[in-house]
């Protein structure tokens, strides 16, 4: 029998964290240089909402997601990380919503009504979900086992969906963002420096999604049976 022996989620794992750290970074200076700063009123405090979005759906749940591959201990600490990380996303999130709300709250624009939004809300639904099921099937093993075990790979199917719900919405809101701002008054060029900046931190985020999913899939060398030849 053939054994798993390539790359791992651990050696992608510094990868991982560069490219997170690079898209809160573009983030900040897009939102301080580009948009005029972080604050708790007027477009301040809306420059706050792509930053708490992404770090909490995007680097705090893609690290939840790596916990069974790259954090050593037994089960029940990877549980432990595992459950923090997605509560505190979570929190985060929230914090990040009400940013937006009170945002639109005070410039009376009407909430909820774009796909970006939409999206948004069905990600913190499906989070909540997940955190839920998650904590009452697997922490504290409410349900019998048998019904553990049928539950694990839906969980699973859910997390991973979740995940990538949260990075379609992270660049359905650049897109949003971006049109009303080269539809404005005066509009941004569409070749402008700022307009590239938001691209290629789109094609980032990307990046960094395809990577995180690519280290959860990859086989772990010492418990993974590998590849059985059909001979």
């Given at each position: 029998m053939a054994k798993y022996s390539g790359i791992t989620s651990k050696q992608l794992l510094?990868?991982?964290h560069v490219l997170a750290i690079l898209v809160l970074v573009i983030l900040i200076v897009w939102n301080y240089y580009f948009r005029?700063?972080?604050g708790l009123s007027g477009n301040a405090v809306f420059n706050l909402h792509p930053v708490f979005m992404f770090a909490a759906f995007g680097y705090l749940s893609g690290q939840a997601i790596l916990v069974y591959k790259t954090v050593d201990g037994d089960k029940t600490y990877q549980k432990a990380v595992h459950l923090t990380l997605n509560g505190v996303a979570v929190l985060v999130a929230l914090v990040g919503v009400a940013a937006a709300y009170k945002f639109h709250l005070d410039n009376k624009f009407d909430n909820f009504y774009s796909l970006h939004s939409w999206f948004g809300i069905t990600t913190i639904i499906?989070?909540?979900v997940q955190w839920i099921l998650g904590f009452v099937s697997f922490w504290t093993q409410s349900i019998p086992s048998a019904q553990r075990a049928e539950v694990l790979p839906w969980h699973v199917f859910f997390g991973f969906t979740t995940f990538v719900l949260a990075l379609v919405t992270i660049q359905l809101g650049?897109?949003?963002?971006?049109?009303?701002l080269q539809k404005g008054s005066p509009p941004l060029g569409l070749?402008?420096?700022?307009a590239l900046l938001v691209n290629s931190l789109g094609i980032i985020v990307f990046i960094?999604?395809?990577i995180v999913v690519l280290s959860?899939?990859?086989p772990h060398p010492t418990a993974q049976e590998g590849y059985r030849s059909l001979e």
């Open positions: 510094p990868i991982v005029g700063g972080f499906f989070y909540l650049l897109l949003e963002k971006l049109t009303f070749w402008s420096r700022e960094y999604g395809a959860a899939l990859i």
